[in-house]
């Protein structure tokens, strides 16, 4: 049987589930969509808006997210060429669902660094 024909179960570990997960799961991924929510960039816009990832970073991204259909590449012919990037409606849809995340991380920020130190220090006491 075809793997179209499959219940999707996230679970078993062909199932291309996975990879939509790893692409939601991928912060460069999440960033770059919730930017482009707000309008279509050009790539240094975008390089520039994501403070810490590389040039070859960004062009990975962006492909893989072109390749899933969650963004669309336009190259506008000037000179140089002009390439901007848009998010798509499933990208949209994508974005939507992954901002209460970003939101929850920022909201939560205080208490996990808490915990963290919180942690970090009692694992180093019983290591003494």
């Known amino acids: 049987m075809k793997a179209s024909h499959l219940k999707p179960d996230a679970y078993a570990a062909g199932c291309p589930t996975r990879q939509i997960l790893d692409r939601i799961g991928d912060k460069w991924a999440v960033l770059i969509l919730l930017l482009l929510r707000g309008e279509p960039m050009r790539f240094n816009q975008l390089r520039r808006a994501i403070e810490g990832i590389s040039q070859k970073m ?71």
């Open 58 to 128: 960004l062009s990975q991204v962006l492909k893989s997210l072109e390749r899933d259909g969650l963004l669309r590449r336009r190259a506008i012919a000037t000179v140089p060429v002009t390439v901007e990037y848009s998010i798509t409606p499933l990208g949209l849809t994508l974005a939507e669902a992954v901002d209460p995340l970003r939101d929850w991380a920022e909201q939560n920020l205080k208490e996990v660094l808490a915990a963290q130190r919180r942690y970090d220090a009692q694992r180093k006491a019983l290591a003494a």
